[in-house]
């Protein structure tokens, strides 16, 4: 008797939750939609312009035929995935690092950053298919290299927008804060930094896509793994529906670490309106 009542507070009580999840789900679906709706439409287009002109698969192969590819290559994929996942995360981590402590620098020293904004201007118009060479040369054909291109392409953005939002803290504010005898930490910490956040999200959802694209780029020089290397594989074997998988996943994980920072961005700056998400 005591278990069916437990029983039965238990099924009660994970009713709502099960109907919050639903409404939640119910939600979601229903704001993205006109996305869903749009990309469904493109591959139906797609499917269609295929069969209707009847292009032959290592030209363009349709939509049925990258799906067979996902399934005959799963291992395939999945073995070039995870290294691509972990240079384009770190690359994002470590350039944007190094990018929020140098703008840090920057405001709070002029010397430094007529020292060293040039050079970062300068590094950033090197192509990065002319620097993955170099440092290829440098640190050989590892992850740190890979690593490094996907950093330097997050890098320049986030320094750009980062000294730009530090330094658009409110006149008034600072004042007040020296007439108060805060010392540059406290107003770093409690004024800068929090007018800094919207320029630091905005330039962060720009890195998290580009750190996918430098990692791919990385890869096709000198790299017998990752997502960027089996792309050029399927290239030159004609496997034209594996590299059109292959560039769908590289697509979706980019979109993955856009949504992760979008995410993040609604969780720490609950001031900004949501249309501007």
């Keep these: 008797m005591s278990n069916a009542v437990h029983s039965d507070f238990g099924r009660i009580a994970k009713t709502p939750r099960k109907v919050a999840i639903l409404d939640a789900t119910v939600g979601v679906l229903s704001s993205h939609m006109p996305a869903i709706l749009a990309a469904l439409g493109c591959i139906v287009l797609w ?4 069969w209707i002109f009847k292009i032959p698969t290592f030209m363009a192969p349709s939509p049925l035929d990258v799906l067979y590819a996902f399934r005959d290559n799963a291992a395939t994929l999945m073995r070039n995935f995870l290294p691509t996942v972990l240079e384009a995360v770190l690359g994002f981590v470590f350039g944007n690092l190094v990018a929020i402590l140098l703008a840090i620098w920057f405001v709070h020293s002029a010397t430094a950053e007529k020292a060293f904004y040039p050079i970062a201007v300068f590094v950033k118009a090197i192509p990065i298919i002319a620097l993955a060479p170099i440092l290829v040369l440098i640190f050989g054909n590892g992850v740190a290299p890979k690593i490094i291109i996907a950093g330097l392409i ?8 980062m000294v730009q939002g530090l330094r658009s803290a409110s006149p008034a504010m600072l004042d007040l ?8 930490s406290e107003i770093l910490w409690k004024v800068r930094l929090p007018s800094s956040l919207p320029f630091l999200f905005a330039a962060l959802k720009i890195a998290a896509t580009s750190s996918v694209m430098g ?22 074997n004609f496997r034209s529906p594996l590299l059109y998988a292959t560039v769908v996943i590289a697509a979706l994980l980019a979109v993955i670490l856009f949504f ?13 309106p949501a249309g501007q998400h």
């Design 47 to 50: 499917q269609a312009v295929i």
């Design 154 to 161: 997050c890098f320049f953005p986030t320094l750009v927008n």
């Design 177 to 184: 804060m020296r007439v108060l005898s805060a010392s540059n």
């Design 215 to 236: 990692a791919i780029v990385a890869e096709w020089i000198g790299s017998s793994f990752g997502l960027g290397a089996l792309i050029i594989e399927a290239t030159y």
């Design 260 to 272: 992760i920072v979008s995410i993040a961005e609604a969780k720490m700056i609950r001031w900004k």
